[in-house]
């Protein structure tokens, strides 16, 4: 069967190393879908989105990648810096309402 | 920087009390949010604006809470009779037109 990501309430990686953060959706009639980077005392910003007629989206740094089959959602970040160090959330976006997934609090080690 | 501004960014409250929260957004966005954030949670939808039109609101919007934006721009969200649970941060984010939110930083509402 197919491999399908884990989410991770935790993420801890070398600077420098490549960091793969997962999440999984619940609603198959999402339609877009968005990366957030929350740091403390911050409200969440916008890093990447991808459409669901996409299974890849490129950033600068970032890839976001989309698997609808089994409602995968994952972001990439790559050559990770002591600043990408915040909390990230995926979100699913259906008529005006996005819906949050459950974060992950990336930790970039010096 | 969003151009979203919130006040006030942290409010301490007894039990029972009113509060109001306001935001600003920046003149390019019709649109306009409330969410509520806990702690290790993802941001929780509230309600939405199109412009002055309150358009759709959740179910974790009680008879408590109201939100107006009365000329379009600036809304306000009011908690009557807080209660503690009702503790959390309350984001407002603006849109443009597509679903991408610009967030504001929050208020942090503690109800003692």
């Known amino acids: 069967g197919e491999s399908v990501g884990l989410h991770l309430p935790t993420l801890s990686v070398q600077e420098g190393d490549n960091s793969i953060i997962n999440c999984a959706y619940s609603n198959s009639a999402s339609d877009y879908f968005i990366w957030y980077k929350q740091e403390s005392g911050k409200g969440p910003q916008f890093i990447i989105d991808?459409?669901?007629?996409?299974d890849k989206r490129q950033g600068q740094r970032v890839t976001v990648l989309l698997n609808k089959t089994v409602k995968h959602l994952s972001l990439q970040i790559a050559a990770t810096q002591p600043g990408d160090s915040a909390v990230y959330f995926c979100?699913?976006?259906?008529?005006?309402?996005?819906?949050f997934g459950d974060g992950t609090t990336l930790t970039v080690k010096p | 920087d969003t151009g979203v501004s919130q006040d006030p960014r942290h409010k301490i409250t007894k039990r029972g009390q009113n509060v109001t929260f306001r935001c600003d957004p920046i003149?390019?966005?019709?649109?306009l949010y409330w969410y509520r954030q806990t702690l290790g949670q993802g941001p929780e939808f509230l309600t939405y604006?199109?412009?002055?039109?309150?358009?759709?609101k959740s179910r974790l919007l009680s008879d408590r809470f109201s939100a107006e934006r009365p000329k379009g721009s600036f809304s306000t969200l009011e908690i009557q009779r807080t209660e503690q649970g009702d503790s959390a941060m309350y984001l407002c984010?603006?849109?443009?037109?597509?679903?991408?939110?610009?967030f504001g930083s929050g208020t942090q509402l503690s109800v003692l």
């Open positions: 984010a603006g849109g443009d037109g597509n679903e991408k939110l610009f």
């Open positions: 604006f199109q412009n002055e039109a309150q358009l759709e």
């Open positions: 979100a699913e976006t259906r008529s005006q309402e996005s819906t």
């Open positions: 003149s390019e966005h019709n649109r």
């Open positions: 991808i459409r669901s007629n996409m």
